[in-house]
Structures are given as structure tokens and as C-alpha cells.
């Protein structure tokens, strides 16, 4: 713990100065390597270890590698990083593991928090959102750097508080089976209800079935679904990290925060979550009045706003000669002639309401 006695609280206005325009280069960076930012300001070598130090300290700052680092890690001391790359964290996030380490662990210095909070105001500056979770102010912010996006989650995981929500439209990728579990963990051990949508498709891989059965067994809420539209987390009705372009994943991610922008998406998992079936049951769902299975009405949907085979396919995660048999048959039943007049047809019907 930094305190005003032997940390950033009791330097002077002029390196303060510094200590801020350090950060601020590297919040503009997201993720970058500190030595670089050293020589990009010009810093004498005590100034480039206090600084680090300083920003260490409050959170701030994590190193990162190809694996990022955990804040327990940095805590204890047990990371080492082969580089000097660092990511740099939102000071609401960095504020919020304060305060809530302070509450466990000394409540009865509640003056010293208080220091540090004043301290985090003077270093953020304009990038300060004191209470930011309490009102419906919004902000949005980029995320291309994958190690970027994986330190949000990390970071979203800590201050979580009530409920978490995800859509996963395929298998974990590039995702960490035993990171996410260990969120799942810790999400859990504190309180929070925790829900996964995953596409039924998806589901009945060797894998990913083990895994969704160790999430089930951890507490964790899982539904699937014939479609999942894209990848989705959402926190406590105030943050949400969505795809840049869904149809591209790996082009990076939108972090959106506050309660005006969340409420949409959350509008979103609300309805697929009601209209997907709990992981485990075994019954299938019974077609509709219009003989039509769920995946087949999820096509036909798709059809009908004139979406192309090769998406459809890749939506519903079968092949394309499935979605061309699949359609040939609907036109069939609704005696088309045409990819338009069957979606017209349909809609006439009722068979999309």
C-alpha cells in the first residue's frame, strides 16, 4: 500500500507532472513496453523506477507478457515477466480493488484509503470517473490488442458484484479452458450469478461438452441454442464487451461501459436466454403449430432478411450443403418457387412471428 508518507502522496508538484504524463502515454497505448516510453520522454533512470513503482503500486499498470498477469500475482510478487511490457488499466477499475482490498483487509484505516483515492484523482485526471458504475454515463473504448482484451476481463471479473452473462457463438478459441474456469471460480465463491449461452452445434464436441459439463458441475447457469449471434459478456448491467465486427472476432472487441449503452445488449441475452433450452435437458423442444424445428425457423429467419447460404451456415455452425438441403426443403413445404417468395410466404403465414 502506497501511503502519503513514503509514496506518490508526498512527491513534489514537478514530478507529479511526470508521473502523470508517464501514465497517460501509456493509457493511450493500452499495451506497451515501458522502457520504450522511458526514451520516448526522456526520463533519467531514478525517474523510470519511481515512476514504475508509483504505478505499480495503485494499480494502474500490470506487466504482461504472451500470458498476462493476474492482480494476485502482481500483489505477491510471484510474476516475472520476460519483457518490460506493461498494460495500462482504467483508473475506475484500478480505484474499485482498492477500495474493495481495503474493506477486507483494513477497514480500520479507512484515512489511508481515503489518501490513495485522492491520490488516483490527481495522477487519472480527466480519465477519473469517480462513479462511474453509479451513474448512466457512457463510454465506449477500442480494444484490438487480444493480451487487451484479456486483462478487461480479468479486470471486469474483480469488480463484479451481482450477475455475469455471456453468449459464446463457438468453442473457447484462443480462450484459456482453465482461466475461464477459474473466473467461474471466483465469480461464483463471491456471490455472483453467472449464465452461458453456447450454440447447440457447438455443444456435442468431445471437448467442449467436458467443458460445459465442469462449468455446470462449478455452479455456473448454461443454456444452448440452435443460433448464438455473436460473443458477448456482460457485467452487472454495466459493462459489456462485444466484437468489433461479429461476422470477425479476431478484429477486437468494444468495451462499453454504463448503464445506457449495457441495457440493449442486455435486452438482447434476455431473449435468447429465455428461448434456449437448460444445458443437461435431454428432451428436444417440440415443433411449433407450423411443423418447424427450431433450427429450421432460425434459418428461415435468416432467409427471410436475405442473409447468404455460406452466413447462414456459418451461423447455425452446419455445413452448406446442410442449409441448401435445409432450404430446398422449406420452399418445398411452403410451395416456393423462389428464395423471396418463401420468405415472403413465410412471414404471410405467421410462420416468423
Known sequence: MVTAGDGIGSIGDGTADVL?????????????????VRRELGLAPEEYER???ELLSLGLIVPTGQAHATVAAVQDGSWRSETD???????????LRLLERERERLREHLAEADEAYSTLEVLAGSYLRAA????????????????RIQQAIEDITDVMQESSASLHPGT?????????????????????????????????DPQMEKFLGQ?????????LAPVVPMNLIIADQQFALVPIRPEEPGEGAILA?????????????????HTATPYGNEAVAEAGGDGLS?????????????????RIARTLGVSLRTVSRMISELMQELGATSRFEAGARAVRLGWLD
Open 20 to 36: 502523470l504524463d508517464v501514465y497517460q502515454e501509456l493509457r493511450r497505448r493500452g499495451v506497451s513496453d515501458f522502457e520504450e
Open 172 to 204: 473457447p478459441g484462443r480462450q484459456n479452458p482453465d482461466r475461464m474456469l477459474d473466473r467461474d471460480r471466483r465469480q461464483l465463491a463471491n456471490g455472483v450469478r453467472v449464465r452461458a449461452i453456447y450454440g447447440r452445434q457447438e455443444a456435442t
Open 51 to 53: 515512476c514504475r513503482r
Open 294 to 310: 427450431e433450427q429450421q425457423r432460425a434459418a428461415l429467419h435468416m432467409l427471410a432478411s436475405g442473409m447468404k447460404d455460406e
Open 85 to 95: 511490457t506493461v498494460a495500462a488499466i482504467d483508473p475506475e477499475i484500478a480505484l
Open 132 to 147: 462511474a458504475l453509479t451513474r448512466a454515463e457512457a463510454h465506449v473504448e477500442a480494444l484490438t490488442d487480444y493480451r
Open 215 to 223: 462449468r455446470a458441475e462449478l455452479g455456473v447457469e448454461i443454456r
Open 257 to 273: 461501459r454504463g448503464s445506457a449503452l449495457v441495457r440493449p445488449y442486455l435486452s438482447l441475452y434476455e431473449h435468447c436466454w
